[in-house]
T-cell receptor
């Protein structure tokens, strides 16, 4: 199997606060995890690639100081949205790639963030 | 030119119809290819990997044409439950752990009764 969980599934927070989203691979080890954002009726936008034990690689235009990523183990990566603003409201989805094998990515169920 | 291009549709087809989607990619060095489906407000789910020899899974057939740099997905005998957005993804970037996927915008399919 290849099950990825994400927590929380939805969150509402006030502007200026920080929100942490967890992504876990439940039945496999994931050397690499990916964080995406998706706005309504738009495609997936890769934010960053997270490797266990090293710094994340951010895509162009994504502020690393605003979107903090930590990949502390082979089964857990976290994304913290710091000082959230209403424009950060989106669907955040993580995916994980198995440590060995082809390059398929398995997605968590996503976190719907609303910043008021 | 976008790295991965798909016809956004929507494709409206009756139940039982056969429908085909194409996806073109620009990086000739891409090595791995995938079709995902995404339901409204849900995460993408892997539908099929696409191999050079082509592969079939029930009503779904995927093919790769490296010379023309496109992949295709054929759905036979469409069901209402096939209604979704179909995303094409190809690998890009450096080798090893950081090989990320480049995504198409998706093709919307609506199967009508």
């Amino acid at each position: 199997g290849a099950v990825v969980s994400q927590h929380p599934s939805w969150v509402i927070c006030k502007s200026g606060t920080s929100v942490k989203i967890e992504c876990r691979s439940l039945d496999f080890q994931a050397t690499t995890m990916f964080w995406y954002r998706q706005f309504p009726k738009q495609s997936l936008m890769l934010m960053a690639t997270s490797n266990e034990g090293s710094k994340a690689t951010y895509e162009q235009g994504v502020e690393k100081d605003k979107f903090l990523i930590n990949h502390a183990s082979l089964t857990l990566s976290t994304l913290t949205v710091t000082s959230a603003h209403p424009e950060d409201s989106s669907f955040y989805i993580c995916s994980a790639r198995k440590r060995r094998g082809p390059y398929e990515q398995y997605f968590g169920p996503g976190t719907r963030l609303t910043v008021t | 030119r976008k790295e991965v291009e798909q016809d956004p549709g929507p494709f409206n087809v009756p139940e039982g119809a056969t429908v085909a989607f194409n996806c073109t990619y620009s990086n000739s060095a891409s090595q791995s290819f995938f079709w995902y489906r995404q339901d409204c407000r849900k995460e993408p789910k892997l539908l099929m990997s696409v191999y050079s020899s082509g592969n079939e899974d029930g009503r779904f057939t995927a093919q790769l044409n490296r010379a023309s740099q496109y992949i295709s997905l054929l759905i036979r005998d469409s069901k209402l439950s096939d209604s979704a957005t179909y995303l094409c993804a190809v690998t890009a970037g450096d080798a090893g752990n950081n090989r990320k996927l480049i995504w198409g915008l998706g093709t919307s399919l609506a199967v009508n009764p």
